[in-house]
């Protein structure tokens, strides 16, 4: 089991959360941050990622490698970090 209340107040782990979900998507369309300047152009390019079966594939391979302890069998956190009540 992951220890979710004690990752969501990690800020390190909700920017990797969220670069593991933009960063496929900037990458297979040759974006950069840049190139988003208005709130249409990233509705579209959100729904043009997750109508493509590949970028949903980047995404969740990248979800996974944000959500993965390498250091424990599974997709389970340790014994330890199942006790924290703030992240170390």
């Given at each position: 089991?992951?220890?979710?209340?004690?990752?969501?107040?990690?800020?390190?782990?909700l920017?990797?959360?969220?670069?593991a979900?933009?960063?496929?998507?900037?990458?297979?369309?040759?974006?950069?941050?840049?190139?988003?300047?208005t709130?249409?152009s990233?509705?579209?390019?959100?729904?043009?990622?997750?109508?493509?079966?590949?970028?949903?594939?980047?995404?969740?391979?990248?979800?996974?490698?944000?959500?993965?302890?390498?250091?424990?069998?599974?997709?389970?956190?340790?014994?330890?970090?199942?006790?924290y009540?703030w992240?170390?």
């Amino acid at each position: 089991m992951i220890n979710w209340k004690i990752r969501f107040k990690n800020s390190v782990f909700l920017a990797q959360l969220f670069l593991a979900f933009f960063a496929p998507i900037l990458g297979y369309y040759g974006l950069t941050a840049q190139d988003l300047t208005t709130w249409g152009s990233v509705f579209n390019l959100l729904i043009s990622a997750l109508s493509n079966p590949y970028v949903l594939l980047l995404i969740v391979v990248s979800v996974w490698n944000a959500l993965n302890d390498p250091t424990t069998r599974g997709i389970e956190d340790s014994q330890q970090a199942k006790r924290y009540q703030w992240p170390k």
